[in-house]
């Protein structure tokens, strides 16, 4: 062929519709950020009239664009394919040769996307690009005209140009032009026009459209003679292919039913197995804390009772002062926090132990140590104090146990009396025994004076007075310590003849009985 | 631009309806289905669809319009500019009427009878389960027998019954009987020849053997009935299928506005099947100029857009309702009205939770959507149906017509 027929359509430059929105949108965020940047920083009447500027230029940019994108549209194209090229009435002449690539996409109107249609943007050699996207208003009168021209570039782009030169687009002339020569022309063949249709089906129309193609060749000479045998022949081709298609069809669903009921089935098996092992399946992906937390729990609190005894162990020794019990008593170094709040489960309360020795020895220790008395398998201790007991310079920390005799008797008595215990901390020893009084008074339950009373009743409880290096504690100090209350609890009648000291090498309490303890 | 040349063209006295003396050309009806028969009356000024059921004095077919015979009828517009037929006066003097429905005593005594049952419904005393139960049956008989006589207001007050009821008291008297002006029937084929233009086949010819059988799939909730056309075209073969009953079943006549598929018998029919595929997806009436297409599996179909719209537009109303019922108790409880920051702080929260939550939500079911599509459909996807649909809208064109096409599923 020579000449194909004219194919009609109509333009639209949608890309720069699309470039005013994008103008807008982004100047606008850029207007509302220097806006709200400079507002407040310069004189109100600049920031207005700034303000009031920048969106005029902002809305005229947009209208420009907007105005030159109404302008475009409805460009009138108006294009014939030859044998090299085709001639474009807004482009001129452009040969396939000069064709070097080609970009295709597809307008979708938001609101009717139903009418959508293919974008193209050719590159030519002298560096050139020329955009076509249909115009949508004229969508229903140009499409077929359109996708023909587009269909015939993106072979002649690919370097196909020979199969637009067998078979021509096809244009609305074709569509109802009667005149012999046009219907001679047309040649049914199906060669590669559905070059992106990868299906089974194309394949096995293609074979078939092959001998179509030859078929027609063959009957070009006599087309008039066997034009009626040649249209029976297509039609009960075509009718063969769309039984051939329905039985296609039909087996595709069964294939498609097949799949979808092995989707079920999968997810049915799915649902059984989250329902049975669902614990399991929940302790991988999103382990509970509480989970193992029996085995864990006892070995987290060794490792922190660990090492609160190799810290406790770097304190120093540790001092007592008293007089002889039928147990063993030994001064311990205990941290100044409520580590057992006790919420009846045992592996969390262990757990929480843990936690809070850890949570003592990383803080640094701030809570600082008491001296807590170890006597036989019980513990005294003073009670935790919300101010930090950490040693302060130039001031000593005594502290007071006073335990009823049975109690260190083992077997005594079922319930001993009460332990008492103070502390005392003082800066001058010679003000020690006002400090013990303040300190009594500071305690409304165990009054001095009852105190002293009970020491010298029979059998008198045992008073132990414990002091630490920790806070500060040198031996010396307390031989003058225990010097000075033995002045004090003589000049009150309390006997302290038989009142010993003993220095502990560290505060640390002994294997075998520290989580006991530690409650 | 072409809708409003043709529409001034086309035969029609308003655009709702079409009413006037025509000349008959001829009446085609389906096989009958399911009781109901689909018939075509094609005349000189419009084809007109009517089932064969809505006039008793048609049933037998003995009756029927002799082509020649002059008829005057009133329809109601469909969208592609035939029309589904209401009333036809005949020649002799008979007068083929919808006959008045069974329900049409429901509605002043329905209009009646709601608000009184409401009424009675609050009088009744509520303690006890018996009372309880005849409250709750009371109102759900008040709000079926409301919406009833709702349904029957809507279409005694449609503005094309009313029309059509006017058009019948001018058009049977003989003095106001106007002429439709004649349609551009018949429509002339495409001068291509048979076989396969650029993926596209065609055959052109009369149908002729259409048989009409109802395949059912699945069972159940999952059943799904579909009308299946066989029918010879050319010397070949062919077969179409597409939904079966949504047009008709439920609806009155009235609200119709999409026209039954329909392949008259010995119909020239231009047909158009896509190579990749093989189906018939396409076919030109020439007797009625009507372009039906179907268009299932394209990527970006109208049936498509309106789905995926109504979900949006779901999507937003249900979340603006929600809110809006959580912040008006939120205000209600604080006992006092909400003042301009409580207003703008609840539209700042409104939008923020609205845009992520929306494309949250519609991108996952996008997604979801997505690959059913490409599982059901993505085989042809890449199959040139706007050629198709180039070839079906230049048609239409030619033959002077919208660039309406029915697109049948």
Same mark, same amino acid.
């Given at each position: ?18 470039? @005013?929105? &994008? ?11 220097? &806006? ?21 230029? /902002?809305?005229? @940019? ?46 979708? =109107? ?63 002339q074709r569509l109802f032009d009667a005149s012999p020569a046009s219907a001679a022309e047309t040649t049914p063949s199906l060669v590669g026009t559905d070059t992106d249709t990868q299906t089974r089906a194309s394949g096995e129309r293609r074979s078939s459209? =092959?001998?179509?193609?030859?078929? !027609? ?5 006599? !087309? ?13 081709? /075509? ?20 799949? /979808? ?5 999968? &997810? ?61 008593v030994q001064p311990v170094l205990l941290p100044n926090v409520t580590v057992h709040s006790g919420i009846g489960m045992p592996a969390l309360d262990l757990m929480s132990a843990a936690g809070r020795i850890s949570d003592f020895l990383l803080g640094g ?32 920390? &005594? ?40 300190? /009594? ?9 009852? !105190? ?68 | ?24 050309? *001829? ?38 319009? #002799? ?13 592609? *500019? ?29 209009? $009646? ?24 049956? $009371? ?50 084929? $495409? ?65 119709? #506005? ?5 392949? *008259? ?81 609840? $539209? ?52 002077g017509r919208s660039t309406h096409l029915d697109e049948f599923r």
């Amino acid at each position: 062929m020579s000449v194909s027929d004219p194919l009609e359509f109509h333009l639209d430059r949608t890309d720069l519709r699309g470039l @005013a929105l &994008l103008v807008f949108v982004i100047g606008l965020g850029l207007v509302y950020i220097a &806006l709200s940047v400079t507002y407040r920083r310069v004189p109100a009447e600049g920031w207005w009239g700034c303000g009031i500027v920048a969106t005029v230029v /902002l809305l005229g @940019a947009v209208g420009v664009f907007w105005q030159r994108a109404r302008r475009g549209r409805g460009l009138a194209e108006h294009i014939t394919v030859d044998a090299d090229g085709f001639h474009s009435r807004l482009h001129g002449r452009i040969p396939f040769e000069a064709i070097t690539g080609y970009r295709k996409a597809r307008d979708i =109107a938001p609101l009717r996307w139903e009418h959508n249609a293919p974008s193209l943007v050719l590159t030519l050699t002298d560096g050139r690009q020329l955009r076509y996207h249909l115009d949508r208003r004229h969508y229903a009168e140009d499409i077929l005209d359109y996708v023909g021209f587009v269909d015939a570039a993106v072979l002649a782009a690919n370097g196909q140009a020979a199969l637009v030169q067998r078979e021509p687009p096809l244009g609305r002339q074709r569509l109802f032009d009667a005149s012999p020569a046009s219907a001679a022309e047309t040649t049914p063949s199906l060669v590669g026009t559905d070059t992106d249709t990868q299906t089974r089906a194309s394949g096995e129309r293609r074979s078939s459209s =092959a001998s179509t193609a030859a078929g !027609a060749n063959r009957s070009r000479s006599d !087309a008039r003679a066997s034009s009626s045998a040649q249209t029976d022949d297509a039609a009960t081709r /075509l009718g063969a292919a769309n039984g051939a298609a329905v039985q296609r069809s039909t087996a595709q669903k069964a294939h498609q039913r097949k799949i /979808l009921s092995y989707v079920v089935l999968g &997810l049915l098996a799915l649902l059984v197995i989250v329902r049975l092992f669902g614990s399991e399946i929940r302790s991988v992906v999103n382990p509970s804390p509480f989970d193992g937390m029996k085995e864990k729990a006892p070995a987290a609190f060794e490792l922190s009772k660990h090492r609160l005894a190799r810290a406790i162990a770097a304190k120093g020794p540790v001092f007592l002062w008293g007089r002889p019990a039928p147990v063993a008593v030994q001064p311990v170094l205990l941290p100044n926090v409520t580590v057992h709040s006790g919420i009846g489960m045992p592996a969390l309360d262990l757990m929480s132990a843990a936690g809070r020795i850890s949570d003592f020895l990383l803080g640094g220790e701030a809570e600082g140590y008491r001296v807590a008395l170890r006597y036989g398998e019980a513990l005294a201790r003073t009670p935790r104090t919300r101010v930090s007991q950490a040693s302060v310079e130039g001031e000593g920390a &005594l502290y007071f146990y006073l335990i009823a005799s049975d109690a260190l008797e083992s077997g005594a008595s079922a319930r001993p009396m009460r332990t008492r215990s103070w502390r005392v901390n003082y800066r001058d020893i010679e003000t020690l025994p006002e400090r013990i009084e303040e300190s /009594l008074q500071a305690r409304p339950t165990l009054s001095l004076a009852m !105190a002293e009373q009970w020491l010298t009743m029979t059998p008198s409880p045992y008073l132990f007075v414990t002091a630490s290096a920790y806070h500060g504690m040198t031996e010396a100090q307390f031989d003058a310590v225990t010097q000075a209350l033995a002045k004090y609890f003589a000049a009150r009648g309390v006997d302290t003849a038989s009142f010993a000291t003993q220095r502990f090498d560290s505060g640390v309490i002994g294997p075998e009985k520290e989580s006991d303890h530690d409650r | 631009m072409t809708d409003r040349r043709v529409s001034i063209a086309s035969p029609s006295a308003s655009s709702r309806v079409i009413s006037g003396e025509v000349r008959c050309l *001829g009446l085609t009806c389906d096989p009958p289905v399911e009781g109901r028969t689909l018939c075509r009356l094609s005349t000189d000024g419009g084809v007109f669809f009517f089932y064969r059921e809505q006039f008793p004095e048609l049933e037998e077919g003995a009756h029927d319009p #002799r082509p020649g015979e002059r008829l005057v009828l009133g329809a109601s517009r469909l969208r592609d *500019g035939s029309g589904w037929l209401h009333w036809l006066a005949r020649e002799n003097g008979g007068l083929h009427c919808r006959p008045e429905s069974s329900w049409s005593w429901l509605l002043p005594i329905g209009l $009646l009878s709601a608000p009184l049952m409401a009424w009675w419904m609050t009088q009744l005393p509520s303690d006890g389960v018996g009372w309880m139960t005849l409250q709750a049956l $009371l109102g759900i008989i008040a709000v079926g027998v409301l919406g009833l006589s709702l349904y029957r207001l809507a279409i005694r007050w449609h503005p094309t019954e009313r029309a059509l009821q006017r058009h019948l008291a001018d058009g049977t008297d003989a003095r106001h009987r106007s002429s439709l002006s004649p349609s551009p029937l018949p429509a002339t084929p $495409l001068s291509l020849e048979d076989g396969a233009h650029h993926g596209i086949g065609l055959v052109q010819g009369r149908a002729e053997h259409v048989r009409l059988v109802i395949e059912t799939e699945g069972s159940g909730r999952y059943r799904r009935d579909y009308r299946r056309y066989h029918f010879r075209c050319g010397g070949g073969d062919f077969t179409l299928r597409s939904f079966h009953g949504d047009v008709g079943k439920v609806l009155d006549p009235v609200f119709y #506005r999409r026209a039954p598929l329909f392949i *008259g018998e010995g119909d020239r029919i231009s047909l158009l099947t896509l190579a990749g595929d093989g189906e018939v997806h396409a076919i030109l009436d020439a007797e009625d100029g009507r372009a039906q297409v179907n268009t299932q599996g394209a990527p970006y179909t109208r049936a498509g857009r309106w789905g995926t719209q109504a979900f949006l537009v779901f999507l937003f109303a249900f979340m603006l309702i929600t809110f809006s019922i959580f912040i008006l108790e939120e205000w209600w409880s604080q006992g006092k009205l909400p003042d301009v920051w409580a207003v703008r702080e609840a $539209l700042s929260l409104f939008m923020g939770v609205n845009v992520v939550m929306s494309t949250l939500i519609a991108g996952g079911v996008g997604l979801i959507v997505d690959r059913i599509h490409k599982f059901y459909y993505g085989r042809r996807s890449h199959l040139p149906f706007e050629r198709l649909l180039g070839i079906a809208y230049r048609w239409r064109i030619h033959n002077g017509r919208s660039t309406h096409l029915d697109e049948f599923r």
